[in-house]
């Protein structure tokens, strides 16, 4: 018999996906990896809908199939002992909200089905993975994650690392085993993008390998603090873990233009007069960072009446003329290399409906001039900033 069940928990199991007999004959182990997919299931389901699964005949059918199992989870203490360590959204905490009889209308195959095991018996000569203690433990690590008190400093990456993602900027590349992990990059890990935030000094484990501890953040809001031994097996073990590539320089800089594209485009430099208390104080390092094709003067003519300025005039502090320049990945580029220093801020317009000004950065202006040149030698894509250090780091390849 398992250790933490008894006799009684037999059918409890098989709703859960753990067949009686299958039990008999593993270990507290395959028991805990069962109840953790089941549970990641209902986790999946609240990242995508915000909320808990509930019952009732106007939910959709895995909703309220969601919902019956989470009301399971709940109420087994063996069972929550298992998983409470993964529960970040509080899902364990709310009391059980099973109505009476509300599994009475589903047959065995429903009820399995619904728990993600399949009604059909596997093959009887089909050999079970068994994990070694490393891999165990690269789960484990993966698994063990936190809240991420201050998410707010990377949301804005996520989002930006999305839409380049979705311009065809970035790209994601099958994580395989020659893969790399570096600081500064982003990669898939279980449906969820995870930025490695920082990376202590390698070591050299009892092994011989490299390794070394990392900050990685999650962008349902969590983070880990695991070794990057860890993170490789565990990309490496998901079928569908990715790296996401670093933007391409080219054709940052090209011969012929694409449609939309001008012949030559200004990189501006903008100092806000604005008298809001965080422009104020902050005012010397503070820079919106652009690119037109236009005039620079003319473009920020009218700054006091447009939020995007921060509803205030401006001083150019700085433009840089490049020339047969693909302005939208420019643009795309440099706003991803200061993206960790983007200002959080947010301005109400003439109309009072309240405006987030995404190109306001708290940068310094030899930071920017350090950024141009290497636009122009096409190393830029190399480089993030680190408002640590406030300077530009190099992104290990």
């Not at 069962?34 to 005949?57: C, K, Y």
């Not at 069972?79 to 109505?99: F, K, M, S, T, W």
């Not at 920017?368 to 096409?378: S, T």
Request: charge should be negative.
């Amino acid at each position: 018999m398992v250790k933490g069940f008894t006799d009684d928990d037999d059918a409890l199991l098989a709703e859960l996906g753990i067949d009686a007999e299958e039990k008999k004959q593993s270990n507290r182990t395959a028991i805990e990896e069962r109840l953790t997919a089941s549970f990641e299931e209902i986790q999946r389901f609240v990242e995508q809908h915000g909320r808990a699964p509930q019952h009732g005949e106007d939910r959709d059918i895995f909703e309220r199939l969601y919902a019956v199992r989470l009301d399971r989870l709940r109420a087994q203490p063996d069972c929550r002992a298992v998983i409470e360590r993964l529960d970040h959204q509080g899902l364990l905490a709310v009391e059980q909200q099973l109505p009476g009889g509300a599994t009475d209308d589903m047959d065995d195959d429903e009820l399995l089905a619904q728990l993600g095991v399949d009604a059909e018996p596997s093959d009887i000569t089909e050999l079970r993975h068994v994990r070694s203690a490393a891999e165990k433990q690269a789960a484990e690590e993966v698994a063990n994650r936190q809240k991420c008190e201050d998410f707010d400093t990377f949301k804005l990456l996520f989002e930006q690392v999305q839409k380049e993602i979705s311009s065809g900027l970035r790209q994601t590349r099958r994580f395989e085993r020659k893969s790399e992990i570096a600081s500064g990059r982003f990669y898939i890990l279980g449906g969820q993008k995870a930025y490695v935030a920082t990376m202590e000094q390698p070591t050299v484990n009892e092994h011989g390998n490299i390794d070394a501890r990392l900050r990685v953040i999650f962008d349902n809001g969590t983070e880990s603090n695991l070794l990057m031994r860890s993170l490789q097996k565990a990309l490496q073990q998901d079928p569908a873990g990715r790296r996401i590539v670093e933007p391409s320089a080219g054709p940052l800089f090209t011969d012929q233009n694409e449609e939309g594209d001008e012949a030559s485009g200004v990189v501006y430099v903008l100092r806000s007069r604005s008298d809001h208390p965080t422009v104020v104080a902050h005012r010397d390092v503070l820079h919106k960072i652009g690119v037109t094709g236009g005039d620079v003067a003319r473009r920020v003519a009218n700054a006091r009446l447009d939020p995007t300025f921060l509803m205030a005039d401006v001083e150019i502090v700085a433009t840089y003329e490049l020339y047969n320049v693909n302005r939208a990945r420019l643009e795309n580029i440099v706003h991803r290399v200061f993206g960790p220093a983007r200002l959080d801020i947010q301005i109400t317009d003439r109309f009072g409906q309240p405006i987030v000004p995404r190109e306001w950065f708290l940068v310094p202006l030899f930071v920017v001039d350090e950024a141009i040149d290497k636009i122009r030698d096409g190393t830029i894509t190399n480089y993030v900033y680190d408002p640590q250090t406030a300077s530009l780091s190099r992104v290990a390849e």
